[in-house]
């Protein structure tokens, strides 16, 4: 498929290579890896960002790039040249935004962000350490004079892959502190199709500049239904049973997350279970004008990871 010319500049002759180039971070994750299929699958010129060279798959065509958020002087190469980045932070914290934001908005024009459903703008600071780097990177970006959009995403789907293992190993219930939780979870796939869609749009995504856009799933589930779909997506019965909240506490930090981000998950997961706790529904659609994908979508999409 050959790449679109660069937004907004005159015709080029046949010979010339000037052609639009967007920038993806986080290309080998959930969110980043599908919006690289998606940019590439709609003809643009894509750049993955990658901290070790050579070990994704990325479709032909997709220039890889090395580099790393945390060391913003190793970054230079993949903005220079680059249009508009899709800039999904995988660190915990935003240190060095400032420095990559700056580095950003030398060498390009737009940046669409994923942050976080959690995001109050009202607040002077955010209630919790994940929403509060979130919250930090938007105000970065507001103030670099750089073309923005935030694509704030509500609960992924993906979170539920830490049930995988367990579902794999034949368990008939999953221990989890808030069965009761309900979200509307959203594909990763329609995170990465609202990024696409600003980025692609035809006046250069003008019209989105500034906006920030609460992207979800279809339907309000809780985490025991959600068990439930993937239990009859995987051919037998799983239910879903409380755990302990210490106990929880300590997965998520044996998992990896500082223990602040921990207690910041669990104390949002509370007021999902609180009664009357509601979520967007709609901004896909009105969006991109595809209606997105539902749970149960998702599980089949990720069948492999839930069947032994
Ligand atoms: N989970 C949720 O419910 C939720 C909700 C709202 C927002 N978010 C936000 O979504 C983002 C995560 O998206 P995701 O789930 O698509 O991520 P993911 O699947 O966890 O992938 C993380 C990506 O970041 C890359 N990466 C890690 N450290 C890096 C570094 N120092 N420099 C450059 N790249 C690095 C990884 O590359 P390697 O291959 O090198 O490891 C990988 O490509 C986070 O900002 C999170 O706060 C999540």
Redesign the pocket.
Known sequence: MSAKPRRGAPALRDDEEDLAMILV?????????QAVRQLHAAGESVRA????PG??AFPEGVEEVV?????PASLEGAFNGADAVFL????FGAETAPAVIEAAAHHTEQVVY?????VDDAALEQGDA?ND??GQIELLLARSGLRWTAV?????A??DLGWAERVRQGATSIATPFPGAVRS?VH?GD?AAAAVHVLTAPDGGKRHDGKKYTVTGPEILSEAERIAIVGETVGRPIGAEPMPLDEARAELIASGLPAEYADGILEAHAEFAAPGHTEELHTVQELTGEAPRTYRQWVADHLADFRP
């Open positions: 971070t986080g290309a080998t994750g959930n969110v980043g890896g960002l990658v901290r070790t070990k994704a580099g790393d958020l945390s060391d999904v932070w995988p660190l994923l942050s976080s459903a959690g994940i780097f979130h704030r995403g509500g609960g992924f993906s979170n979870v990763e995170l």
